[in-house]
């Protein structure tokens, strides 16, 4: 016999013994049969689709800080989406997949049968699927965008891309100072012991960069960072009124009413207890915030009032590794 003949006959051979024993396993039967159930595979895609809408919505409402009512609506968004996502699954779990009840545990996998029983208990588990290609890809967007929602909160940690608010201020040299009624500042106006607040003339007091803090200090008490000789003419120091431990307010002023003992003047924010120091260029004394008070340069002009000599000595707002590593501009 040729060899070209007992490798036919040998490959025809091969094919009829793989045909019987998949005809086998065909009639091997673990688990009933079951008719197909449409319906619930359609209630499963839509309960899905209701998952991934409430998770869009849940970014929707966390992306966007003009809506009212945030907290509530944000709770309200995610719970919706993780209860429709587990009507879902139990509506697969009692409604699709076949279940049989054993009374003894399953053989651990050591053995081919045991193998082969297991690959069979799963497949014919999940015969009733008619609409697989529907559910898995309704499955895998409802997961990623109910996995977009969950990381979204991490947006809170601090900026990336858009840093132009913490950057870009309304101060340059020249620009005047203006209290809270929009009169200008005079230099002669600001006493020790006080504290007050001033805005940039002509300028949005809505930028986070706008609001000052001002104090006066004595020039013997007054020791700024190298490079900042003549920022606190005749005393006075102007600081960024924005903490910046977490872009809270700055509206305490500690001045000591017996010097001898109780601690020097200090800048507080009321909402995490920061406390920084006017006579060092706003050092952190106390507190969580992670950096000093950016400082801006002052001058008095003929007239005696206030005038920025220029820029802050770093950028405003809170320590993100985004807004520190920058220079305001």
């Known amino acids: 016999m040729s060899r070209a003949r007992l490798l036919t006959l040998a490959l025809l051979g091969l094919i009829l013994r793989r045909r019987r024993r998949r005809r086998g396993e065909a009639e091997e039967r673990l688990l009933p049969r ?3 159930d449409p319906q619930a595979e359609l209630a499963v895609v ?23 009512d945030s907290t509530q609506l944000l709770g309200l968004s995610l719970a919706l989406a993780l209860l429709f996502l587990a009507a879902a699954g139990a509506v697969v779990a009692f409604r699709i997949v076949v279940t049989e009840e054993v009374v003894h545990d399953y053989p651990p996998p050591e053995h081919e049968p045991a193998d082969r029983q297991l690959e069979l208990l799963f497949e014919q588990s999940t015969e009733r699927f008619t609409r697989r290609r529907l559910l898995l890809g309704t499955g895998l967007t409802t997961g990623a965008v109910l996995g977009t929602a969950l990381v979204a909160p991490f947006a809170s940690f601090g900026p990336v891309f858009d840093l132009r608010a913490f950057i870009e201020t309304p101060w340059y040299r020249g620009r005047r100072l203006v209290g809270e009624d929009g009169r200008p500042l005079e230099a002669a106006e600001i006493d020790e012991a006080d504290f007050y607040t001033a805005f940039p003339e002509g300028a949005d007091r809505d930028q986070l960069g706008a609001p000052l803090v001002l104090v006066r200090l004595p020039a013997s ?12 003419p005749r005393g006075i120091l102007a600081y960024s009124k924005i903490c910046t431990h977490a872009a809270c307010a700055i509206s305490l002023y500690r001045t000591p009413t017996f010097a001898p003992t109780e601690p020097g003047p200090a800048l507080v924010c009321p909402c995490h207890y920061s406390t920084f120091d006017p006579a060092t260029g706003g050092t952190v004394l106390f507190g ?7 400082q801006l340069p002052l001058a008095i002009d003929s ?11 770093g950028p405003v707002g809170p320590s993100w590794w ?5 220079r305001p501009t």
């Open 221 to 232: 008490a007054i020791h700024l960072p190298a490079g900042r000789t003549g920022w606190a």
């Open 303 to 313: 007239d005696g009032s206030l005038r920025a000599a220029g820029n802050f000595s």
């Open 46 to 68: 839509g309960l899905l689709i209701a998952s991934a809408c409430s998770a869009a919505g849940f970014i929707t409402v966390y992306a966007d800080t003009s809506i009212p």
């Open 34 to 36: 079951a008719g197909k």
């Open 288 to 294: 969580p915030a992670g950096r000093p008070l950016p």
């Open 322 to 326: 985004g807004v520190r590593s920058r």
